[in-house]
């Protein structure tokens, strides 16, 4: 099966929405269609198993299989990224087609006009030379001379590239048992507080017991913007009063936290300039405190990048490692930029994993990071075109053959 068709059939809702369509039809279409049901039986094309759950689709105890679910979540994580990318799927189909219908056959200029388009869409110097190195390298060893046959190539390539440093992973380092403990860190304004309002949701629907410790206890108003994603949630909040020393809210966060058996603290921090060395420090105290009380944690910390600050945000993310041990990346506003290509440049220049992004303002508007949702939502409509196109040609190609047949046997 093709790269591209695998992507659709596993992300794309497309042939349900059609489904779902044909199910909302008025029921005076029903009695009709069951009138002449031989006939509609054959023009029914064969079309993807419904979204929808059917009666037939839940066991005796009312629960789905595993891979009715997975093939559910997948399409929801399907759908997220692609409403998320939108800005940057705009972009980044137009310059491709662009590209391709300029430079119709495979040479160096192409290579160099791609290259161009990728380091202005964020994508990141060295990433960009590595990824069309080895495009050239595969374009070569595969004899492809027309650009158009290079498309899937590219976006196979851009998966790999980030697959290719897998030795941090992209899962949360969260034990079952005991309390997990995961700070926020980030500049001023990056999304650190409405992360942790989403995280808290998400983990809540999991089934664990959630608690945030207001720690940013610098900017006027912070304590209580945590405190209405506390409500929000339905989750307590641990705080103490505007200008009190953020490693003392955390401590008491962590003493009331283990005698709750909550599972897992959120805690937040003020935004920090990446220059200001004592903002720096003190989060290194923090993060002592923290590992005083319960020493595995924190079990991660958790840096926020705003998408849309581009290639800023890779120098944030560069003096944020220099004075604390970040283990993973949230990508804040991916939705507000139309340069995506941010994700493949923090994941190969930084090394470390981007463990979630951000799509949008909403409570459920935080998805967990995956190479292959990440290309679908960049270039899901062409993904999906070209899967159409290759179908319906197999179909044509398979009509010529029989008619072929059928004159021969004339
Ligand atoms: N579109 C979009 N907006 C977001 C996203 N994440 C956060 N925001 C918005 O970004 C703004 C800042 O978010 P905060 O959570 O207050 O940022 P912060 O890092 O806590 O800011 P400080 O506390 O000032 O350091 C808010 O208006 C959020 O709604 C996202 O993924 N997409
Ligand atoms: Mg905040």
């Known amino acids: ?32 269609q069951e009138e002449g049901s031989e006939q509609s039986e054959v ?10 759950l059917k009666e037939a689709d839940f066991d005796d105890d009312g629960l789905i299989s595993i891979e009715d679910f997975e093939e559910i979540e997948a399409q929801q994580l399907g759908a997220k990224f692609r409403a998320g990318l939108e800005k940057s799927r705009e972009n980044f189909q137009a310059q491709l087609n662009n590209l391709i219908a300029r430079y119709r056959k495979v040479d160096e200029e192409f ?30 060893r595969r004899n492809i001379s027309e650009t158009e046959d290079l498309r899937e190539v590219i976006v196979e390539k851009i998966v790999e590239i980030y697959h290719q440093d897998d030795t941090n992973s992209e899962v949360m380092n969260i034990e079952n048992d005991g309390l997990n403990v995961i700070l926020m860190v980030g500049v001023n304004g990056v999304g650190k507080t409405t992360t942790i309002g989403k995280l808290a949701h998400r983990y809540q629907a999991e ?45 008491d966060a962590i003493n009331a936290a283990k005698s709750k058996g909550v599972d897992i603290l959120i805690c937040d921090t003020a935004g920090r300039l990446q220059n200001k060395s004592n903002l720096m420090n ?85 998805q967990p990071f995956n190479p292959e949702s990440y290309v679908y939502g960049l270039f899901a409509d062409m993904i999906e075109q070209n899967v159409d196109e290759v179908e319906s040609s197999a179909e044509n190609q398979e009509i010529v053959e029989n008619e072929g047949q059928s004159n021969e046997s004339k």
């Open 1 to 32: 099966m093709s790269f591209f068709k695998r992507l659709k059939d596993k992300f794309s809702t497309q042939n349900d929405a059609e489904k779902q369509e044909n199910e909302l039809e008025p029921l005076s279409d029903d009695i009709e």
């Open 43 to 52: 023009e029914q094309p064969e079309k993807k198993k419904p979204k929808k």
């Open 111 to 140: 290579f160099e006009a791609l290259e161009e388009m990728l380091i202005t869409a964020d994508v990141g110097f060295n990433t960009v030379m590595q990824l069309v190195e080895e495009l050239r390298e595969e374009a070569q």
């Open 207 to 251: 089934g664990k017991k959630v608690m945030l410790a207001a720690g940013d206890t610098f900017r006027a108003g912070a304590i209580q913007q945590l405190k209405v994603w506390g409500e929000r949630v339905g989750v307590d909040v641990m705080s103490q009063s505007e200008g009190s020393d953020p490693a003392a809210v955390m401590y």
């Open 282 to 366: 003190e989060l290194e105290k923090v993060k002592r405190v923290i590992g005083r009380s319960v020493p595995e944690a924190p079990h991660e910390v958790l840096l926020c990048l705003d998408a849309t600050t581009g290639q800023n945000a890779l120098s944030q993310a560069k003096s944020f490692k220099e004075v604390t041990n970040v283990t993973g990346i949230v990508l804040t506003k991916l939705d507000g930029t139309a340069k995506g290509g941010i994700v493949l440049a923090i994941r190969n220049e930084l090394h470390i994993p981007v463990k979630y992004v951000g799509l949008g303002e909403k409570i459920d508007d935080l």
